[in-house]
């Protein structure tokens, strides 16, 4: 332990300046005597208030911080770059060497905060943006390790962060082979598309995996001859929510997709009657975010209730995506029956103080803005497409038909003939958060997509051509294909994502148009 107070009585009656003090505890420094130079600066702190001027010199705070740095003592560190900064909010090397001791003490997103506040005052300083930089990347693997081991990502693909604006990326860890699946991962949440109350309603789907479960009399007539070999066991029963039947009652394909809703986020909807009023916004406004978002507040607030996270703790991997706050109709209304629907459940006029500062406008339009710059398409393959598909996979080699059911159909119509049962009801499309892959970036030369490949909202990172290790994993946010003009595909992203395209093929072909 260092004692930092003295009763020298030079500092007391003033014979040695606070600034005369502060250079001897520099020469000290210099001198790797960090032990005396804590002393000579805890003598110039001392000195300093016992002089005539107000002005206090953040500076020595700063230098006694680097010292307890030197000697490990981060706690110590960290306490004086406090205080430097309460001296001088603009003081940038507070900033700095607050985040330093940060990082030494473990707090990586706490440093990240910090260093970024440093980096907002000065945009030139080497030092934070490297310190920066350190702090993220320590941050993210931190806390996407677990994430890539739970999805069996782990060894396959990375999360890296990458700087220079574009925040983070996916890395592949290994080689990867043209058309492989890198690995599948559950949505964070998902909900399917609504349809308008005149348009024909969507297969019998679960409301949590999105698993289509088809009836027969929701089957496409002509292929109803083939539900007996869909269902060999018969039709699979359909789970009901808890909510005595209402008409906006949740179904669920098994026990298990029920049990999973309501420790995610159903059981503070679970027959709330401004849940069905939402509904009704949704249907006439042919749109699913309000009903995203109300699960996205419903998860939050769950893990604040029943888990006893922290706002911070429950928030944390949906402020991990990338967004811009989003405005849109009625948000101020959905808003508000959002939050009644938890008052109700609650059984209060007021929520907890952490629930406060969840339910907020600012907080709807991020979650707005994370659904409009992050969900994926999703479009589960129905039980007769996977029929038909592994019909076709048990077909030898060299034949020219298949036999599908009780009939036979050339291999030339297949691909057609999926495509128009799709259309015609056989699937059911939605929307959804992927905590993982969404950190895959932009490219209008992608190497990989995500596609559903399953009757559930469980998708698949799959490479479009072979990918060397350590080569970032890109999608396309956009159908890059049908925009071969480059000044149309980078308007075409600019509007909907916020961003100017600078990838590979945007910047060769805007060379080669001299731009």
């Not at 309501?262 to 749109?287: A, F, N, T």
Request: proline share 4%; aromatic share 8%; net charge neutral.
């Amino acid at each position: 332990m260092i004692s930092t107070n003295t009763n020298n009585n030079s500092n007391s009656n003033g014979s040695i300046s606070a600034q005369e003090l502060k250079r001897l505890g520099n020469i000290d420094f210099s001198a790797g005597n960090y032990n005396t130079a804590i002393v000579n600066y805890s003598n110039a702190l001392l000195q300093q208030e016992c002089e005539a001027t107000s002005t206090k010199d953040p500076a020595i705070l700063t230098n006694r911080s680097l010292c307890f740095f030197k000697l490990k003592m981060y706690q110590e560190s960290l306490d004086d770059a406090c205080k430097s900064i309460s001296i001088d909010p603009l003081w940038v090397k507070g900033y700095y060497r607050w985040g330093c001791a940060l990082i030494e003490l473990g707090k990586h997103k706490e440093a990240m905060h910090i260093l970024q506040q440093g980096d907002n005052i000065s945009k030139d300083n080497k030092d934070i943006s490297n310190s920066l930089t350190l702090a993220s990347q320590k941050y993210f693997r931190e806390y996407y390790l677990p994430i890539e081991k739970a999805c069996g990502a782990f060894g396959s693909v990375q999360v890296n962060f990458i700087g220079n604006g574009k925040g983070k990326g996916l890395f592949a860890t290994r080689r990867v082979n043209m058309r492989e699946i890198i690995f599948k991962e559950k949505t964070y949440t998902s909900h399917f598309l609504i349809q308008s109350e005149d348009k024909c309603a969507p297969p019998t789907t679960c409301s949590h995996c999105l698993k289509t479960v088809l009836p027969l009399s929701e089957t496409p007539i002509d292929w109803r001859d083939c539900h007996s070999f869909v269902y060999p066991k018969g039709l699979p029963s359909m789970v009901s929510c808890d909510c005595n039947n209402k008409p906006w009652c949740e179904l669920y394909c098994s026990e298990e997709c029920k049990k999973r809703a309501w420790e995610d986020y159903h059981r503070v909807l679970c027959g709330s009657d401004q849940l069905q009023r939402i509904y009704e916004i949704c249907r006439k406004m042919e749109r699913s975010n309000p009903l995203l978002i109300t699960r996205m507040f419903a998860i939050v607030t769950q893990k604040i209730l029943f888990e006893k996270q922290t706002y911070e703790q429950a928030s944390e991997p949906l402020f991990n995506f990338a967004f811009t706050p989003w405005e849109s109709p009625q948000e101020k209304k959905i808003l508000s029956l959002i939050k009644q629907a938890i008052q109700t459940y609650l059984n209060s006029p007021s929520l907890p103080n952490d629930l406060s500062k969840l339910f907020t406008l600012e907080n709807y339009r991020i979650f707005n803005g994370i659904i409009q710059h992050n969900t994926s398409e999703i479009s589960p393959i129905s039980d007769l497409l996977m029929y038909i598909d592994r019909c076709v996979g048990n077909t030898p080699m060299g034949e020219k038909s298949v036999n599908v059911g009780s009939r036979k159909v050339s291999l030339n119509d297949i691909g057609d003939m999926m495509n128009t049962l799709s259309n015609m009801g056989a699937a059911v499309s939605g929307t959804g958060l992927l905590v993982l892959m969404h950190n895959a970036n932009h490219s209008c030369r992608p190497n990989v997509s995500i596609a559903s490949c399953e009757n559930s909202n469980t998708m698949s990172l799959m490479a479009i051509r072979d990918i060397q290790p350590g080569e970032e994993l890109v999608i396309s946010y956009i159908d890059e294909d049908s925009l071969t003009d480059v000044i149309e595909r980078r308007k075409a992203i600019h509007s909907k994502y916020l961003f100017e395209c600078k990838c590979e093929r945007c910047t060769e072909e805007l060379k080669n148009l001299g731009i």
